[in-house]
């Protein structure tokens, strides 16, 4: 099995930046890729970006793009989520999780995620 542990959510106004990461420990060997994902309150759980392990192939959400950028450091068996130019809409608590196919966008492709971090974005 593989933990993930998000950190790195908070406060800040629009326009702002900040950057989430995701530990992994246990089975790191078997993450092939790894995604972030979003939930607002009263909404279902949104693909944000995934990254291969290996390779460091990205995609991205329409939403996200050109703001958002993940990448992962192997060394730290951790991924990152940096993301600017922050709109209130990007409020939400982000997850990340293990990919169970390529760079899938489905909620339901994803498994060990982690317990989330609070991003909220003032305007």
């Known amino acids: 099995q593989v933990q993930l542990v998000e950190s790195g959510g908070g406060l800040v106004q629009a326009g702002g930046s900040l950057k989430l990461s995701c530990a992994a420990s246990?089975?790191?060997?078997?993450?092939?890729?790894l995604g972030w994902f979003r939930q607002a309150p009263g909404q279902g759980r949104m693909f944000v970006a995934a990254?291969?392990?290996?390779?460091?192939?990205?995609h991205y959400a329409d939403a996200v793009k050109e703001r958002f950028t993940v990448s992962r450091d192997k060394a730290k068996n951790t991924a990152y989520l940096q993301m600017d130019n922050l709109k209130p809409e990007d409020t939400a608590v982000y997850y990340c999780?293990?990919?169970?196919?390529?760079?899938?966008?489905?909620?339901?492709?994803?498994?060990?995620w982690g317990q989330g971090t609070q991003v909220t974005i003032s305007s």
């Open positions: 246990g089975r790191t060997y078997t993450i092939d890729s």
């Open positions: 990254i291969l392990w290996r390779g460091g192939t990205t």
């Open positions: 999780a293990v990919g169970l196919s390529t760079l899938s966008i489905h909620v339901e492709r994803y498994r060990n």
